[in-house]
T-cell receptor
Framework: AQSVTQLGSHVSVSEGALVLLRCNYS??????LFWYVQYPNQGLQLLLKYTSAATLVKGINGFEAEFKKSETSFHLTKPSAHMSDAAEYFCAVTTGNQFYFGTGTSLTVIP | EAQVTQNPRYLITVTGKKLTVTCSQN?????MSWYRQDPGLGLRQIYYSMNVEVTDKGDVPEGYKVSRKEKRNFPLILESPSPNQTSLYFC????????????FGPGTRLLVL
């Protein structure tokens, strides 16, 4: 079975600062990895995904993530935080028919 | 507009009273899935469906049933709801199961008294 660990249930950054949200996964076979964002009172929407092509993946709204097999990580970054980035972020993994989500990281952006 | 719809959006019910939450997608997606979201636990997959008449258990299937008689619909059935099923439920769909993007519905907030 696969699993996902998101370190830090709450992260606060200043507007304009670097955003780093951590995701580690466990999988015995090469995984597909995803980052989803959830704004208040909404469903989830895809930010980016790794599907075994390039290890550095660029997504929407300036976010990117790097797949590091040796570290079993897929951390999400954005060079400069914007107020509109305040949301909950979920990392997810699948290697078969099932999906496994992390417990989420709530991002607060301080003006 | 391409979308996943869920009904109802909010539901308060009592223990043991059967209920159904509907989910429909208009994108001709093969894969559909139900999740529950609980504070501190993230999203957990309840059931998924690879195609019509093909369903399988996710991580937390106890107390739930599903059916997939048509490609566009994937209802979630709670035959005898209990308070521990109070949660926020999301339906999602994607072209296929693996690397495709899942599109999520707006969620159904369920309270079981």
């Amino acid at each position: 079975a696969q699993s996902v660990t998101q370190l830090g249930s709450h992260v606060s950054v200043s507007e304009g600062a670097l955003v780093l949200l951590r995701c580690n996964y466990s999988s015995s076979v090469p995984p597909y990895l995803f980052w989803y964002v959830q704004y208040p009172n909404q469903g989830l929407q895809l930010l980016l995904k790794y599907t075994s092509a390039a290890t550095l993946v660029k997504g929407i709204n300036g976010f990117e993530a790097e797949f590091k097999k040796s570290e079993t990580s897929f951390h999400l970054t954005k060079p400069s935080a914007h107020m509109s980035d305040a949301a909950e972020y979920f990392c997810a993994v699948t290697t078969g028919n099932q999906f496994y989500f992390g417990t989420g990281t709530s991002l607060t952006v301080i003006p | 507009e391409a979308q996943v719809t869920q009904n109802p959006r909010y539901l308060i019910t009592v223990t043991g009273k059967k209920l159904t939450v509907t989910c429909s997608q208009n994108m001709n997606h093969e894969y559909m899935s139900w999740y529950r979201q609980d504070p501190g636990l993230g999203l957990r997959q309840i059931y998924y469906s690879m195609n019509v008449e093909v369903t399988d258990k996710g991580d937390v299937p106890e107390g739930y049933k599903v059916s997939r008689k048509e490609k566009r619909n994937f209802p979630l059935i709670l035959e005898s709801p209990s308070p521990n099923q109070t949660s926020l439920y999301f339906c999602a769909s994607s072209l296929s199961w693996d690397k495709e993007t899942q599109y999520f519905g707006p969620g159904t907030r369920l309270l079981v008294l």
